[in-house]
Each structure stands twice: as C-alpha cells, then as structure tokens.
C-alpha cells in the first residue's frame, strides 16, 4: 500500500535575497492535523520561511508541496488553486482600519468564493461567533484591543474554511491572559475541524502548549539545527535549541 504523502513539504529550500542567503538545506514535513511550530532567535528568518510557504516569496532554490504537488512549479492558476487552501493569520492581523470586523471577515468571502453580500455577511458573522467576537461585527479594528484583532484576524484566516492555518506570531503584544486565550482558541479549532497548523512563534508557552513538531532556525549558520517534538529538543545536542527552551528557567 503506498504511504500517503504529508499534507505539507518543504523540500532543501534556501531563501535568499539577491546574494544574501537566509537560509538554506531546509527541508522538513508536516502532518495532517498537526500543529508544527517553527521556532528560533529573532532574524533567523522564521517569518520569511512563512512567506516562502503561503506563496509570497519564491525559493531561490528547493520547493513547497501539498500533498505531494509542488507550489511553484505549478503555474499561476494552479498555484492560486492551492494557496485557496490555506489561511494566514499574520503578526499585526493585517485588518483594514476602514472596515468593520464583518466587513473584513466578508471580504475574502466575496472575492474568492464570489458570495453575494447577505451570505457573505452570515458567514462573516458565523466566523466571528466561533472566535468569540459576537456582537462586535460592526466595530471597527481601532475599537477593540489587540486580542480581539488577533481573534478577529482569525475568524478573517478562516473565512474560506482552509485546510491549514498559518500564524506569524499570534502572540506578539499580547498580554499573557490573552495570549493563552489565543492558544485555547488555536487548540479548539484543530481538535474540531482537525486543521493543519503551522505556528511561527518565540513564546514559550505556545511553543510546549500546542507544537506536535517544530523545527529550529540557526541565524549563524543560516540552517535548521534541530527537529522534533518541543519536549524532546529540550534534550538536544545542540546547546543553542537547549538554551532557547530553557530560557527563563532557574
């Protein structure tokens, strides 16, 4: 019987721009409904291997597949068929300040799945219900605080029901109770939809709470150094990845 292939592959992918490399010989795979967590110091380039991964920046060598078909060797149409089955949730929410939360949420619904407005309208409202936002539909982004846009830039990443979510670091300006409010929220949505996701993140919690996987950037050698379980790469052999995990600890 042959192995289904992993729902996500990053096969020897090296990220550079011009003639400065980031990094390169990444390669690691992710399962379906797994949270897999890509973790390392600030500028290793966590968040650019994101990019590389939802189809903003193109490899400058090595590939992105799901279910074994590769992103950009497809061409654009094919290409735009598989980026409609992911969602992002990047660090600032990324919300239009001239929008409504329903209007944000609508949006996508509208011109991707080209639903009229009173349907797009009960969906948006139905995606801010499963984040906890009911209610707040028509407040604006600048009405509500930082976890509540966080939420909101959820309930918008899960507009077109994707098979896997991508986040850039949920908890970026988030005080701790919301922060562990976001990671609740992150956790009920893979056990009841069984979501693929992959968490670009630092924070610790997040980090032991939800990763299934992870994979660790290096900044100086500009590869990844470590893979596995959070629990197990406190273990590792690499004293960079142990002190990592362990900061903060007596």
């Not at 490899?59 to 060797?73: N, R, S």
């Not at 707040?136 to 959820?154: Q, V």
């Not at 273990?235 to 990845?241: A, F, L």
């Amino acid at each position: 019987m042959n192995q289904a292939p992993p729902h996500v592959e990053v096969r020897d992918l090296t990220m550079a721009f011009g003639s400065r490399v980031v990094q390169q010989g990444i390669r690691f795979q992710i399962r379906r409904g797994e949270v897999f967590v890509i973790m390392g110091d600030s500028g290793c380039g966590k968040s650019t291997l994101m990019r590389h991964m939802v189809g903003l920046n193109r490899p400058a060598e090595g590939e992105v597949l799901y279910d074994g078909e590769a992103l950009w060797e497809s061409d654009a149409d094919a290409r735009e068929r598989l980026m409609d089955r992911f969602g992002v949730l990047y660090q600032n929410a990324a919300l239009w300040s001239s929008m409504t939360l329903e209007e944000n949420v609508s949006l996508p619904l509208a011109e991707r799945k080209r639903l009229g407005p009173s349907e797009a309208r009960d969906v948006a409202r139905l995606k801010l219900a499963l984040v906890g936002l009911a209610g707040f539909e028509s407040h604006y982004p600048a009405e509500i605080s930082g976890g509540m846009r966080k939420r909101a830039g959820l309930a918008r990443a899960m507009a077109l029901d994707p098979e896997i979510l991508y986040f850039d670091e949920p908890s970026a300006g988030l005080d701790p109770l919301s922060s562990r409010r976001l990671d609740d929220l992150i956790l009920e949505l893979r056990e009841s939809s069984g979501t693929t996701i992959v968490l670009v993140t630092h924070e610790l919690p997040s980090i032991f709470e939800l990763g299934d996987n992870a994979v660790f950037l290096d900044a100086e050698r500009k590869t990844m150094i470590a893979q596995g379980r959070p629990e197990e790469l406190k273990h590792s052999d690499e004293p960079k990845v142990r002190a990592f995990l362990e900061r903060g600890r007596l």
